[in-house]
């Protein structure tokens, strides 16, 4: 598997590389973000298959501009803005789609995240900790969570976190605190950052695969 081969060489060299033409190196790439891609996709309230669509079309697109990439910011911000993007216009496009729907009154999708899993979802999410969290994190406002996300389950400093948002570190610092304390105190003594919104192994396989043969 290339990613151990690779694994202590900094995201630049890998980029440096895959520019000058070793494009089999993304695998790299994409195991190394799958986790953070899924994270941002899922706190952005898409389910398990959208949010792996989304996480497809983030890689293809920065595969496709990884030349552009000039290390202003690091490769982990750079991913996460563009996975945010994508996030952001899927949501512009339903909310549109709910618009008309709801001038025929519709008002049904308004519901937990949780509540029409598949079957293999509810496995992949049946750990009851991770469901309170996940849940208190779709109830407090969307600046709020982003910061969250990608400060405490992304694990992203504050300067990543101001800079893959476009905020200020001080925005970054208030809304991070708010965040935690909006969420219940009883949810922040007990969560694990690693179980939420966890992208498991069995689905980093085959999102390597979609997203080189996609690239080839």
């Not at 996030?87 to 519901?111: A, F, V």
Request: aromatic share 10%; proline share 2%.
């Amino acid at each position: 598997m290339l990613v151990k081969q690779y694994d202590q060489i900094a995201d630049e060299g890998i980029a440096d590389a895959i520019n000058s033409g070793e494009h089999l190196l993304y695998e790299v790439l994409v195991r190394r973000y799958n986790p953070y891609l899924y994270k941002i996709g899922r706190s952005y309230g898409f389910n398990h298959e959208d949010t792996e669509d989304l996480m497809q079309d983030s890689f293809i697109s920065a595969y496709n501009h990884l030349k552009q990439f000039q290390n202003k910011a690091s490769l982990k911000t750079w991913m996460c803005r563009i996975m945010l993007n994508k996030c952001y216009h899927k949501t512009q496009k339903l909310s549109y789609q709910k618009e008309i729907s709801d001038e025929m009154g519709s008002d049904k999708q308004e519901r937990a995240i949780f509540q029409n899993q598949r079957p293999m979802e509810k496995q992949l999410f049946n750990r009851e900790l991770g469901k309170i969290l996940e849940l208190a994190l779709q109830r407090i406002p969307e600046s709020y969570r982003m910061v969250f996300t990608l400060r405490e389950l992304n694990g992203l400093s504050t300067i990543e976190t101001a800079d893959t948002l476009s905020i200020t570190q001080s925005n970054v610092k208030i809304r991070f605190s708010r965040a935690k304390k909006l969420l219940q105190k009883e949810v922040e003594k007990s969560y694990s950052s690693e179980d939420i919104f966890e992208f498991n192994l069995i689905f980093c396989d085959p999102m390597v695969e979609r997203v080189m043969n996609e690239i080839k």
